[in-house]
């Protein structure tokens, strides 16, 4: 092969000097700039000494020849020989193509650095802050939440890196969450799945780390992924919360993130959740309320005044708190045996709406003997319940019905998608049969003769968008209002949405309980993201084994209609090996924001249930 000419190699040169980007070209043009100039004075002084002469020599006409290509009007004001003019006028042109050329990739490169700025693409310097990555509609309700939980504090940030334009994540954020007080919220655009990206969210110096499921498919695979890049960071590592989608990519996640990640499986709550409040109205209400930061918090708190008590004697130790539980060194134990003895280890769990109101009562608030009622609970006998609609989640469902249930109890599935007729084993408590139905429309409704069910369950049906499945699900609900309105027939109703702000205008349909799982999730991941140690304790509550929150009627417990201290409600739950943590009120089922539930009610204060009403408790099946 021959050798490169002296030509190919300048031409290599150049290309790979102009390969760059804009600092070479930017370069190449001021160099050209700079050889115009000195070519037109060294002429000028050539070939018209005189007007060099009276243009302070050198230097002035390097001045001239500079200015006259920077503003090439000039030369309408210069004087002297005609060359002098014709070279003055050369100046002028080159300014107008070389130094025009020049100021044109100055603006273009000053636009481009800021465009960049723009897009988000400094490292954040912030400490202790709360990191997001990924983005879907679960980063409003997290978002907003650690800006209640945050409300008091000064500097508090939170910030948030997707693989989305840095203005519209703002844009999106100041829409959903108008007012974020004291809290700042820093947004930057990279994937969270590139450690030059993780690298700019300061992860080193982060109080904790939320990774969320991106909306698409397969969401898991980003969730796992972005896990593998925290795992093989180098630096410090916070703790880290995420939210995996099927519950059988959990060992995957596991094994990415490491036994420090907290994991969330979002299929698995939802399901728990939805039987649960399937079985107990009002379920998601209170599940909700425990979740958010307006009111009912749960903490962990270390007593010593409580050492040496009975967990009995310790229930109505607080006159502004509801204690629930213990945590201890053998794990989370909520409403566990009244006779359990409190020691120096163990860490009380309670609600309350602050952790500044968290305080011994002066005296402990008397239980009226007169106002207790004794009454057993009794389980019920077998129950026919009905699922319409049908997603990925629903044989979870099934699978944890049929644990609540007793046995020979009926489940009938209506539902037009295909996954709905697959056949169940290792069920032993339920009979289920598949029935095909178009769930919106009246007349196939009817024909399934709803009033021998007990409960009506109406999933979301995953194979349309979630907003659109929505809609469907307020159909649904509408047919079934009317429906109870015309015929006279009573059954529970609970509906599961995506969306928070579809469940204003579900409330038409006066549904007994609708979970909005999204929002579920996202609330769960605030907790967490705020104490890890919480996870045991949510975990133990969507639990089926061990002790849940039902709420029962209220009559099995205190005198109605007269009035009564929540301290009575408590000694009469407790009796029954129960925990009392609130009440709910029948005539306000449909008001926002509670739906009627009061969690953590002062236990000296006078209330009155009527025999609507119901008692929430921590109890056994």
Known sequence: MSKPTFRERSRYWFDNTMSRGTVALIGWLALISLGLILLVTLLSLWLTPRDAAKNSGFLGVLWMSLMRTLSPGKIASDSGSTPFIALMFVASMGGLFIVSALVGVLSNGLKSKFEQLRKGKSRIIETGHIVILGWSEQVFTIAAELVQAHASDNGSVISILADKDKLDMEDDIRRHVPDTGRTKLVCRTGRPTEPADLDLMNLDSARSVVVLSPQGDDPDAHVIKTLLALAKRAGDHPPVVAAIARTANMAAARLAGGPDVLLVDSDDTASRLIVQSSRQSGMSVVCMDLLNFDDGEIYLRSDPDLTGMTYGQALPAYQTATVIGLRGPGGVLLNPPADTMITAEDEVIVIAHDDSLIHL????????????????????????????????????????????????????????????????????????????????????????????????????????????????????????????????????????????????????????????????????????????????????????????IYPRPACRYVRTGEPVSFASVIESARRRGETAIGYRLAERVNEAPHFGVVLNPDKSRPLRLGEGDSVIVLAER
């Open 361 to 548: 009562a002066d005296g402990m608030p008397e239980a009226l003997e007169e106002s207790i009622v004794s009454a057993e609970h009794v389980r019920p006998g077998p129950e026919r319940t009905l699922v319409l609609n049908w997603n990925g989640r629903g044989r979870q469902v099934v699978r944890y019905l049929d644990g609540y249930v007793s046995p020979g109890s009926v489940l009938d599935i209506a539902s037009d998608h295909p996954d709905a007729t697959v056949p169940f084993e290792g069920l032993v408590n339920l009979t289920v049969n598949a029935k095909e139905c178009e769930t919106t429309d009246r007349y196939a409704l009817e024909s399934l003769g709803l009033g021998v069910y007990q409960h009506v369950i109406v999933l979301s049906d995953d194979r349309y968008p979630t907003e659109h499945a929505d809609t469907r699900t307020l159909m649904t609900l509408l047919q079934l209002r009317d429906m109870q309105a015309t015929l006279g027939e009573r059954y529970s109703i609970v509906s599961e949405m995506h969306d928070e702000n579809n469940r204003s205008l579900a409330e038409v349909t006066e549904a007994d309980d609708i979970v909005i799982s999204d929002t579920v999730i996202g609330l769960l991941l605030a907790q967490l993201a705020e104490n890890k140690h919480l996870a045991e304790v949510f975990g133990y509550l969507f639990d089926s084994r061990g002790s849940e």
